[in-house]
């Protein structure tokens, strides 16, 4: 049974860094494109990162210059180094396959995510 179980989340004060980490299991994923996405309170999850079969990146503008999404050493574990956070990143982040490449039908079932709260 393929599982996503993200963590690394918390409280960090604007300004800070924190770094996600996503451990897939079930299948291979190391040559998976794969994504990270947020969701904020009252908002459409969205996509804010993602990482090709061939370990090319791709962000949000929102995010840009600020994250960086990267592959583990460990098979099937990607993650998510954000920096200079902002009171307006808070949400839940979840990973997951690219929906942009694979489709809303490619996407596996969601973890419980990781809760980021950026507040002084």
């Known amino acids: 049974q393929v599982q996503l179980v993200e963590s690394g989340g918390g409280l960090v004060q604007p300004g800070g860094s924190l770094r996600l980490s996503c451990a897939a299991s079930?299948?291979?994923?190391?040559?998976?494109?794969m994504a990270w996405y947020r969701q904020a309170p009252g908002k459409k999850r969205e996509l804010v990162a993602r990482?090709?079969?061939?370990?090319?990146?791709l962000y949000a503008d929102s995010v840009k210059g600020r994250f960086t999404i990267s592959r583990g050493n460990a098979q099937n574990t990607v993650y998510l180094q954000m920096n200079s956070l902002k009171p307006e990143d808070t949400a839940v982040y979840y990973c997951?396959?690219?929906?942009?490449?694979?489709?809303?039908?490619?996407?596996?079932?969601w973890g419980q995510g990781t809760q980021v709260t950026v507040s002084a």
């Open positions: 997951n396959t690219d929906r942009l490449y694979y489709s809303d039908s490619g996407l596996l079932p």
């Open positions: 079930g299948s291979d994923f190391s040559k998976s494109a």
């Open positions: 990482i090709t079969s061939g370990d090319s990146t």
